[in-house]
């Protein structure tokens, strides 16, 4: 079975400060993405990224940037957090684009409270 | 743009009934995939059933069947013999047969099973 494990649960930081989140798949994919889910606006793309130090912005990536250094792991930065980015983040992996390899596989999410 | 709509933010089911939850989406291409995800509470989101557009047959997943109306752009999900475990935040994703196109979600239709 594919992991998507994603760094914590939960998360408080104060307004201000750098925060990191970070994903981690086992199971050798390309594609990863980080996502925000908010009651009633569903999930918001933040970034994806197609392979190793590549980046695509999503729908919402302001206040956002992401790092790829090693296929495994995608890291979700903010580099100065504001109580707008309190939320349920999510990660995924998918294998790739083609037919049968675009399953998104997800995370537990990490819930963020910025102070 | 393509687009997906969940008219339903909520819905509610009877145990061992039968519940169908909507989602219509707009798109100009004529070849896709569709896709319904589960996220049961404080539970990973994870893949419920796909349906390849060019495919007339309804996809099926044991309980779960879909009604997929291509010229009405209509992906309906079916839950028979509704159980306590169906409790979860469904949403309906599409994504374009472009390997490099993200994954567009629906806005979600939180599903209540009553005992």
């Known amino acids: 079975d594919v992991k998507v494990t994603q760094s914590s649960r939960y998360l408080v930081k104060r307004t201000g400060e750098k925060v990191f989140l970070e994903c981690v798949q086992d199971m050798d994919h390309e594609n990863m993405f980080w996502y925000r889910q908010d009651p009633g606006l569903g999930l918001r793309l933040i970034y994806f990224s197609y392979d190793v130090k590549m980046k695509e912005k999503g729908d919402i990536p302001e206040g956002y940037s992401v790092s790829r250094e090693k296929k495994e792991r995608f890291s979700l930065i903010l580099e100065s957090a504001s109580t707008n980015q309190t939320s349920m983040y999510l990660c995924?992996?998918?294998?790739?684009?083609?037919?049968?390899?675009?399953?998104?596989?997800f995370g537990a999410g990490t819930r963020l409270s910025v102070l | 743009a393509q687009t997906v709509t969940q008219s339903q933010p909520e819905m509610s089911v009877q145990e061992a009934e039968t519940v169908t939850l909507s989602c219509t989406y707009d798109?100009?291409?004529?070849?896709?995939?569709l896709f319904w995800y589960k996220q049961p509470p404080s539970r990973q989101m994870i893949l419920v059933i796909r349906?390849?557009?060019?495919?007339?047959q309804n996809a099926t997943e044991n309980r779960f069947s879909v009604n997929f109306q291509k010229a009405a752009k209509s992906f309906s999900l079916k839950i028979s013999d509704s159980q306590l475990g169906d409790a979860a935040m469904y949403f309906c994703?599409?994504?374009?047969?472009?390997?490099?196109?993200?994954?567009?979600f629906g806005k979600g239709t939180r599903l209540h099973i009553l005992p």
């Open positions: 798109t100009s291409e004529s070849d896709y995939y």
């Open positions: 349906q390849e557009a060019y495919k007339q």
């Open positions: 995924a992996s998918m294998l790739a684009g083609g037919p049968g390899e675009d399953i998104q596989y």
């Open positions: 994703a599409y994504r374009s047969m472009n390997r490099d196109d993200k994954i567009i």
